[in-house]
């Protein structure tokens, strides 16, 4: 038997050389396929120049991209057993190269949705099939150790995507964002080749097509709908509707194939499990805290603070850096305690998010810093033990499956969330601009010295304009801090179901 095998395996020191390429091939394809969500946002406006496309036009760059990926997550333990480990990573990969070397070519706006849609359909298995190749390869002690490594890539993509793409495009151009992509998927296939073997590979049990048609309406339904939403006035628009009724059908329909049919898309079994049932909850809400401050705070500072991407970049760094510094504790508190590391991680993301709230318009680069660094270190230290707990008790032939579906749940969680809290921005800036106009009279002391105040006078439409503007802008404000008062909330509102987890014995340590 098999180090990986064997749940009495020595030090970390005497894993195979095999498992540690291993390791190096799934860090790497989830940092890339982490990047390409999140580095595409920054050259958007450099697209629509080259391609002479308007703002809508060019969100369905990520909007297809996004809808590509949730379609094609599930199908990964079900390719997975049908062509093993090595020839799926590998042809993976090798799509997912060739795809990015179209994007940067491409020539016309359809020519880069359809390549696109190819980038999402390929990159989808990279972070489930990765994870799951980790879980089933290394012993179950020394599973918070290697996620706690594999969340590293997981975690940094979406920080430096933004940072690597906005120096990229602005040293080079954008098409180069997508061009980088492709050598580092082609040297991460031949890694593939020489790292893994055709274990996985097995019987696939017949093909749940109805199952896998209705999930897909639903999820790309659903990734529609959130992400188009606050564009088309939500369900003011027709497109909206629609998106959301077959977003409810598919979804009826996926629950009762997957509970009656003979033959469902997904085990019944992944359902069954009562921690993994719950680690998927669990998922949804990670995945809606994850990305929530990267997109509102970066728009946050440039609109009322006036600061330059580059500044901004750096102060969004703090949130990598607090998952750093998570890293330094999470493997041995997990070891002791997974429920207890797991609640300390949500009360830690909480407690950010209400101070994040208590910000004002005259907040410091500190402020901004520190609020981000207690985020992403409780993040770090909620991720590991969550997904720990979650597949400690799942049979190894389901493990796969159901990293497919974890992700997919974390995905779409991310999704709707962004799209919640976008809503609340919006609409409560509205409510705070009609508010706080209501209560500005021209009685009032302090305009008599527009000198003082910023040129505010009702005496010159000039001076109205000044007005209007910082009204909007503390109207603005006030939204922003309600969104992070609704990212504290469900934060804490998570806490309570870390107590219904089923607590393992303790994990005698990987040293």
Avoid at 82 to 89: A, I, S, V
Avoid at 130 to 153: E, K, N
Avoid at 497 to 511: E, I
Wanted: hydrophobic share 55%.
């Amino acid at each position: 038997m098999s180090a990986a095998e064997t749940p009495s395996s020595p030090a970390v020191s005497r894993i195979a050389p095999r498992q540690w390429l291993i390791l190096l091939l799934v860090q790497v394809t989830t940092l890339t396929f982490g990047m390409s969500i999140t580095a595409t946002n920054v050259v958007l406006p450099q697209i629509r120049g080259a391609l002479s496309a308007t703002q809508d036009q060019a969100a369905w760059i990520v909007t297809l991209y996004l809808v590509a990926a949730a379609v094609a997550t599930p199908l990964t333990g079900w390719l997975s057993d049908l062509l093993g480990w090595r020839r799926f990573m590998t042809g993976t990969l090798v799509g997912f190269a060739l795809s990015s070397a179209l994007c940067g070519i491409a020539g016309s706006l359809e020519t880069l949705l359809l390549a696109r849609v190819a980038q999402g359909i390929f990159g989808a298995p990279l972070m489930p099939l990765g994870q799951g190749i980790l879980l089933a390869v290394f012993p179950r002690h020394m599973h918070p150790l290697v996620l706690m490594l594999w969340g590293v890539g997981g975690v940094m993509g979406p920080v430096l995507g933004p940072i690597l793409g906005g120096l990229v495009a602005e040293s080079l151009s954008w098409r180069w964002v997508f061009l980088l992509m492709a050598p580092i998927g082609a040297a991460s296939a031949l890694l593939a080749i020489v790292a893994l073997d055709e274990q996985g590979r097995g019987l696939p049990g017949r093909f749940g097509t109805i199952g896998f048609l209705a999930l897909a309406v639903c999820m790309s339904a659903a990734q529609l709908m959130l992400d188009r939403g606050h564009r088309l006035d939500w369900f003011e628009s027709t497109e909206i509707s629609i998106e959301a009724v077959l977003a409810i059908v598919g979804a009826l329909v996926f629950v009762l194939n997957t509970a009656r049919a003979r033959t469902p898309f997904l085990s019944p079994q992944l359902f069954m499990d009562r921690n993994f049932a719950l680690g998927i909850l669990m998922a949804f809400v990670m995945g809606a805290l994850s990305y929530t401050p990267i997109v509102l705070f970066p728009a946050l500072l440039q609109d009322l603070r006036g600061y330059p991407d580059a500044i901004i970049g750096y102060l969004m760094a703090a949130r990598g850096l607090g998952n750093f510094a998570s890293f330094l504790v999470v493997v041995q508190l997990t070891h002791f305690n997974a429920r207890l590391a797991l609640g300390l991680g949500l009360l830690l993301q909480a407690y950010a998010g209400l101070e994040m709230a208590q910000l004002d318009i005259n907040m410091t680069e500190g402020d901004v810093f520190w609020t981000n660094f207690v985020q992403g270190f409780g993040f770090g230290l909620a991720y590991t033990p969550m997904t720990a707990l979650a597949f400690s008790t799942l049979p190894s032939p389901l493990i796969v499956q159901g990293s497919a579906l974890f992700n997919l749940m974390r995905n779409f969680g991310s999704s709707l969330f962004i799209s919640l809290s976008v809503l609340v921005l919006l609409r409560t800036t509205a409510e705070n601009y009609a508010g706080l106009s209501a209560v500005v009279s021209p009685l009032n002391k302090i305009l008599r010295y527009p000198e003082l105040v910023g040129g505010w006078t009702w005496d010159s439409s000039a001076g109205l304009a000044r007005l209007s503007a910082e009204i909007y802008r503390q109207a603005m404000l006030g939204g922003y801090l309600n969104a992070f008062v609704l990212f504290a909330v469900t934060a804490a509102a998570a806490v309570p179901m870390v107590l219904l987890f089923r607590q393992v014995a303790r994990l005698p340590r990987a040293g």
